[in-house]
């Protein structure tokens, strides 16, 4: 089974930018639907983005402007363009694509 590992998080101040990754151990080139998703602190994980190819990209009016989801299938890797970060972009951000487990997420800290 194809695993997703994420990777880019980090600290960054209000305003900062940051790539998250979403690196598959297989070709993602099966894979249509995909989608980024935050978990806060102490709050359930919500979507905010997803790709499915052939439809539009869909983004949570939370970050709708400021936050660009794109794939690469020659590198098996999907992205999360972080802009104008807020600090209630903190917490955990997971990829998740349809029959796959949930990888480890990872940390996005940003200060006011």
Avoid at 30 to 59: C, F, K, S
Wanted: hydrophobic share 30%; with cysteine; net charge negative.
């Amino acid at each position: 089974q194809v695993q997703l590992t994420e990777s880019g998080g980090g600290l960054v101040q209000a305003g900062g930018s940051l790539r998250l990754s979403c690196a598959a151990s297989g070709s993602i080139s099966r894979i249509d639907l995909m989608g980024w998703y935050h978990q806060a602190p102490g709050t359930e994980r919500e979507l905010v983005a997803y790709i499915n190819d052939g439809t539009p990209d869909h983004y949570a009016d939370s970050v709708k402007g400021r936050f660009t989801v794109s794939r690469d299938n020659a590198k098996n890797t999907f992205y999360l363009q972080m802009n104008n970060l807020k600090p209630e972009d903190t917490g955990v951000y997971y990829c998740k694509a349809a029959g796959l487990d949930w990888g480890q997420g990872t940390q996005v800290t940003v200060t006011s």
